[in-house]
Nanobody, 123 residues
């Protein structure tokens, strides 16, 4: 099993930036593909970004391409989501997820999820 804990959420003005962090508990961090999802009020949870086990492949939903960057630090067992040029529609609870399967991860069927961190973008 792996435990993931998000941090870094908060309130930011439109056009601003935030960096979310997701710390994973296991030393075998490199065996997990990692991703970020978000859920806005009244909406279903949606995929945001994912990074492969090796870090060599990243994948983003269209609405965040060019604005968000996912990365991972193997020494710290941590995944980051750098969010720039933020918009009010980015307001949501952001969840970190982990799975050994890339396919399960990007389909939203990851085995491990964090508790979420709130992001609010004011206009």
């Amino acid at each position: 099993q792996v435990k993931v804990v998000e941090s870094g959420g908060g309130l930011v003005q439109a056009g601003g930036s935030l960096r979310l962090s997701c710390a994973a508990s296991r030393r075998t961090f490199s065996t997990y593909a990692m991703g970020w999802f978000r859920q806005a009020p009244g909406k279903e949870r949606e995929f945001v970004a994912a990074i492969s086990r090796s870090g060599g492949t990243t994948y983003y939903t269209d609405s965040v391409k060019g604005r968000f960057t996912i990365s991972r630090d193997y020494a710290k067992n941590t995944v980051y989501l750098q969010m720039n040029s933020m918009k009010p529609e980015d307001t949501a609870v952001y969840y970190c997820a982990a799975d050994e399967s890339w396919d399960r991860l990007v389909r939203g069927r990851a085995g491990y999820w964090g508790q979420g961190t709130q992001v609010i973008v004011s206009s």
